[in-house]
Each structure stands twice: as structure tokens, then as C-alpha cells.
């Protein structure tokens, strides 16, 4: 994506503003998504997420933020 994005913001000579540079990088990542793969078992990525988030917090949480 970041070569991409690289390629259609290096053909501009002037930058006018903070805007036309959002503008050309929202470009070039539309372009990169074309690209894209599917990551395979995207559809247990919810399941994986709560997991993780299950192992990492502690079981008495409340009381280890207090």
C-alpha cells in the first residue's frame, strides 16, 4: 500500500494544501485496495478477538483498575 501510495503522490509537482495531500493519499490507498488478499479464517476474527481479550485481562479487572 505504501509504494502505492508513494507512486500517485510522486507524479504532483505542487502541493496546494493539507487538503490535496489527504486527497491524493485517500487516492492511492483506493488504488492499493485493489490489491488487497483476503485473510483466510477472516470469518472466526471475532472470535480470535474476544479470546485474546478473555486472556490478557485478568479475571478481577474492576478491582485491578481501582
Known amino acids: 500500500m505504501i509504494s502505492t501510495v508513494r507512486t500517485v503522490t510522486g507524479r504532483v509537482k505542487t502541493w ?10 485517500e487516492t492511492g490507498m483506493i488504488e492499493a485496495q485493489r490489491s488487497f488478499r483476503r485473510v483466510r479464517g477472516q470469518t472466526q476474527m471475532a472470535i480470535l478477538v474476544i479470546a485474546i481479550g478473555h486472556a490478557v485481562r485478568p479475571a478481577n479487572y474492576a478491582q485491578a483498575v481501582a
Open 16 to 25: 496546494k494544501d493539507g487538503d490535496m495531500k489527504k486527497r491524493r493519499i
